[in-house]
């Protein structure tokens, strides 16, 4: 397994992966490597919160898994008039003293995901909602405005 992030294959749609320069998520080149600590696992939350974003040609659509979060974790905001984030935090259950833990994959702790939003957006028509689990923000486009065409008559 290399350790240099692909920039270039396939994705779980058959298309082709690439970098994306309206993404401001950092890479990790430890998140990979197993870990047992428990400040791996208090901490890595839903820091790789899986978010697709399409385009349609009425608004951006971003759509984050968020299982078992409910939408009073969840923050959805725009910074900068052009950056979207989405943030909250899945706490830690409580621990019975009584209890014996035989295994623990379930994440907790913040997360953040931050999106640049291109310029032909409607900051201030920005909708989110959440259904079973799944964050879908729609951020509509502004129109764009075509220029004005004059045919000027060629004499001679």
């Known amino acids: ?3 240099i992030p692909s920039f270039f294959g396939n994705n779980r749609r058959g298309g082709s992966s690439f970098f994306d320069p309206f993404s401001l998520d950092v890479w990790d080149p430890f998140k990979d490597f197993p870990s047992s600590s428990s400040f791996s696992r208090e901490n890595s939350a839903i820091v790789n919160a899986r978010v697709d974003w399409r385009e349609t040609p009425e608004a951006h659509v971003f759509k984050a898994d968020l299982p078992g979060l409910k939408k009073e974790e969840v923050k959805v905001e725009i910074e900068d008039d052009s ?3 989405i943030s909250g935090e899945r706490h830690v259950e409580k621990e ?3 209890d014996t833990w035989h295994r623990v994959e379930r994440s907790s702790g913040q997360f953040t995901r931050k999106f640049r939003l291109p310029e032909n957006v409607k900051m201030d028509q920005v909708k989110a909602a959440m259904e ?3 964050l879908t923000v729609t951020v509509p486009k502004a129109e764009m405005k075509r220029p004005d065409v004059k045919s000027i008559q060629i004499s001679g």
């Open 132 to 134: 079973n689990g799944v």
């Open 83 to 85: 950056v979207l984030k």
């Open 96 to 98: 019975d003293k009584n």
């Open 1 to 3: 397994m290399s350790m």
